[in-house]
């Protein structure tokens, strides 16, 4: 593991939990922003829906030994790494076993989220009733195509 504090690049961008026991830098472009309103991830997270920035996994350093708690799609059974501080409990990674080339980073653990620009929402269909269609975001009743 390379140092994760030394100076960031230009692009680089770093997060961490709550408490800093686990941390990360990655210094490409993220793939992807999309808004999740699916059930686990609002139970999870404690909030109507993450913001996950898909990252290329092997662009992604991790510093420190976050825990893992993994779910179970409800309707179709998509295995899900939910990654967490053991420490302080903030919800930081999630690794979807379909796309082991990827882990999501969530938006809220980022030192500096500016400049993100989600482009869809998945499980809208389970979106809290209050939250309005945007029509910048293309909206996909499961896990997008
Ligand atoms: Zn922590
Ligand atoms: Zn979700």
Same mark, same amino acid.
């Given at each position: ?6 100076? @960031?690049? *230009? ?17 490409? &472009? !993220? &793939? ?33 030994? =976050? ?11 998509? $295995? ?6 053991? &420490?302080?409990?903030? =919800?930081? $990674?999630?690794? $979807?076993?379909?796309? =082991? ?5 969530? *938006?809220?653990?980022?030192?500096? @989220?500016?400049?993100?620009? @989600? ?12 939250? &309005? =269609?945007? !029509?910048? /975001?293309? /909206?996909?009743?499961?896990?997008? @195509?």
């Amino acid at each position: 593991m390379s140092n994760i504090d030394s100076v @960031p690049g *230009a692009g680089a961008r770093t997060g961490r939990c709550l408490c800093g026991a686990v941390s990360y830098r990655f210094d490409v &472009e !993220p &793939e992807a922003i999309v808004l999740c309103h699916c059930g686990h991830c609002q139970r999870h997270s404690g909030a109507a829906f993450t913001v996950n920035v898909l990252v290329a996994r092997e662009a992604l350093e991790i510093k420190g030994a =976050p825990r893992s708690h993994q779910t179970v799609g409800i309707e179709n059974g998509n $295995l899900r790494d939910r990654l967490f501080c053991g &420490e302080c409990g903030t =919800p930081i $990674l999630t690794v $979807l076993h379909e796309r =082991p080339d990827l882990m999501i980073v969530k *938006a809220g653990t980022l030192d500096d @989220p500016s400049g993100l620009k @989600p482009s869809a929402e998945v499980w809208w269909r389970r979106a809290q009733d209050w939250i &309005e =269609p945007s !029509p910048d /975001r293309a /909206r996909f009743d499961g896990d997008a @195509p």
